[in-house]
């Protein structure tokens, strides 16, 4: 794992439709309608925000989390509204002891639908095999979200299995995931 690579300069991702790239100050508003939506956060780990200084605060801590190289925080933008953050796409919980990576994503409820996800996932893959050079991404999902579950499906991700009550999420309690899994062997082989 190049975990430099990850964590020297931000690093700016793109496709032909997406710009993923550092979640700054100017993004409050986008970033508040976000977590401020009960609905996005369904079935996310996340209490939503319902204070915008709460979320002006929180976008402090994207840059904390991202200068303490434990997690990376990108702004999913369409190119065609360079300026409009329209979700967020993150790498967390890395692991160099067996070179893998933990990824989650979500988006504003107006943009589900049209593939962003899976194209933002998409970029992330690429990134991380291609630059970062990890061998393992895996996403845990709750097993009622369907919607992200064809997300990881459509990148070629294997659902490895149900873990039973095996996590405390906020706002959630207790709950089971559903493990999904992508080795960079398996892209190669593809």
Not at 46 to 59: E, G, L, W
Not at 132 to 144: D, F, G, T
């Amino acid at each position: 794992m190049q975990i430099n690579q990850a964590f020297g300069k931000f690093p700016d991702l793109a496709s032909e439709q997406l710009l993923l790239r550092q979640i700054t100050a100017e993004h409050l508003d986008d970033v508040y309608r976000i977590y401020s939506d009960d609905t996005v956060f369904e079935y996310c780990g996340i209490i939503p925000k319902h204070n915008q200084a709460t979320v002006k605060s929180m976008i402090g801590h994207f840059e904390r989390d991202y200068l303490k190289k434990t997690r990376i925080k990108w702004g999913i933008f369409t190119q065609d509204e360079p300026d409009r953050l329209v979700g967020i796409a993150e790498a967390m919980e890395w692991n160099s002891k067996v070179n893998m990576v933990t990824i989650g994503y979500f988006l504003a409820r107006d943009h589900w639908g049209r593939g962003i996800a899976t194209e933002a996932v998409q970029v992330l893959v690429k990134y991380l095999f291609e630059v970062v050079e990890v061998n393992r991404i895996q996403a845990e999902v709750m097993p009622a979200n369907e919607a992200s579950k064809q997300v990881l499906l459509k990148n070629g991700f294997i659902r490895e299995g149900l873990l039973r009550q095996a996590s405390v999420w906020s706002g959630k309690g207790i709950v089971d995931l559903e493990i999904y899994g992508l080795l960079r062997a398996d892209v190669q082989e593809a």
